[in-house]
């Protein structure tokens, strides 16, 4: 074999043992972020219910009905439901506060809506039973999620549940009617 030979295989000998080096350096740098992970041990319902606010913004949602979730200021709970919640306008939703460890350690949840049979079915056709949305949290801090019903398709009859997931772990469920 001549010098030509030897310094090609040479060079991809050396170019495969980078390529795992960094292959594992970048599995040791995931399995450390998921190790920093927050554990939630629990979310503390403060208030749930029907609820008025005043929309500020939106931000992108892929997962979501319409695929975006909404920023809000001034949000009143409501101290019984409106007398007809199937409409247009109509908001529900949970403030809670997160427990866990460590202290003001931050963790991703999952938010997800389920609606009732038989889905809500936007213009495209699309028939919607699951909205899901990323759940940025801290612990010990107090948030909020919630879902308001803005266009006609989105108002469906039924029993409404919201649960927030850590992972395969279930860390709250509420319902909601709408009627």
Known sequence: MGRDGWTTRWVAVWAMILAVCLLAVGSHARAQSKAREARIDRLEVLVSGFYVADKTGEMPAAGTTTGHIETLANIKFLDRPPSVTAQIGTAMGVRF???????????????????????????????????????????????????????????????????????????????????
Do not use: C
Request: charged share 30%; proline share 6%.
């Open 97 to 179: 506060k997160v427990i866990g460890t460590p202290k003001k350690g931050k963790a991703q949840l999952r938010a997800e809506w389920h609606i009732p049979e038989p889905g809500a079915r936007n213009p495209n056709g699309n028939i919607y039973r699951l909205s899901v949305s990323d759940l940025p949290v801290q612990v010990g801090e107090t948030t909020m999620r919630g879902y308001a019903l803005e266009q006609q398709w989105e108002v469906v009859k039924g029993r409404w549940t919201f649960q927030v997931w850590q992972g395969e772990r279930k860390l709250l469920e509420e319902s909601f009617d709408i009627e």
